[in-house]
């Protein structure tokens, strides 16, 4: 079954502190792969996007990393500021053998950044 | 960036009644989607709308409960039909530009409360 899950499933960090997110995957074919920010009230925005050759993707202070092998993808983000308090949320396309225009979602992590 | 929006962005309704959303895009766009996310869980899709055909609903949403319009290549309406307490949700709009390695926008979503 194509599964996408993410942990933590929220996370409370300082403002200026850095964190990580996880994301593991078992969609497969594999086409690509998403990190979405999705403020409170408001829908998701595309962080990055990244397909199986690529292993690393930044976007200002985050950081997206792809495991293929592993199936394996984590979300850095760097300086962490109050803004930052929103849902990531883990998205997987599948390949087209597996109903081409679906995105596969994680629950998402819920962020909080205190000052 | 596409510019998506929503009408409305939220609405108290009561249970038996029918409830139009509607989305419109600042360009033509050939794939629509429509998703729920329930709260506190990620998002879920409820059909893809193709214009000049009929949409394509996913396992678990049937046209009875959730027609859908897509009259042109910008604009779709969803109708939650006969609404109970269960439906309250929030249902947001989605398009890809095209197929592949492309990004797809979210529009701010409809924040739908059943009583």
């Known amino acids: 079954k194509n599964q996408v899950e993410q942990s933590p499933q929220s996370l409370i960090i300082l403002e200026g502190k850095n964190c990580t997110l996880q994301c593991n995957y078992t969609v497969s074919p594999f086409s690509n792969l998403r990190w979405y920010k999705q403020d409170t009230g408001r829908g998701p925005v595309s962080l990055t996007i990244?397909?199986?050759?690529?292993n690393t993707k930044s976007n200002g202070r985050y950081t997206a990393t792809l495991d293929a092998d592993t199936k394996q993808s984590s979300l850095h983000i760097t300086a962490s500021q109050l803004s930052d308090s929103a849902s990531y949320i883990c998205?997987?396309?599948?390949?087209?053998?597996?109903?081409?225009?679906?995105?596969?979602f994680g629950s998402g992590t819920r962020l909080l950044v205190r000052p | 960036s596409a510019v998506i929006s929503q009408k409305p962005s939220r609405d108290i309704c009561q249970r038996g009644t029918s409830l139009t959303i509607q989305c419109q895009v600042d360009s033509q766009v050939t794939m629509m989607f429509w998703y729920r996310q329930q709260p506190g869980q990620s998002l879920t899709l409820i059909a893809t709308a193709n214009q000049g055909s009929e949409a394509t609903y996913e396992s678990g949403f049937v046209i009875d409960k959730f027609p859908i319009s897509r009259p042109n290549l910008t604009f779709s309406t969803l109708t939650v039909s006969n609404m109970s307490p269960e439906d309250s949700s929030i249902y947001l709009c989605?398009?890809?530009?095209?197929?592949?390695?492309?990004?797809?926008?979210f529009g701010p979503g409809t924040r739908l409360t059943v009583t």
């Open positions: 998205v997987v396309r599948g390949g087209w053998m597996d109903s081409s225009y679906k995105l596969i």
């Open positions: 989605s398009f890809t530009p095209g197929t592949g390695l492309t990004e797809q926008y």
């Open positions: 990244m397909t199986f050759s690529e």
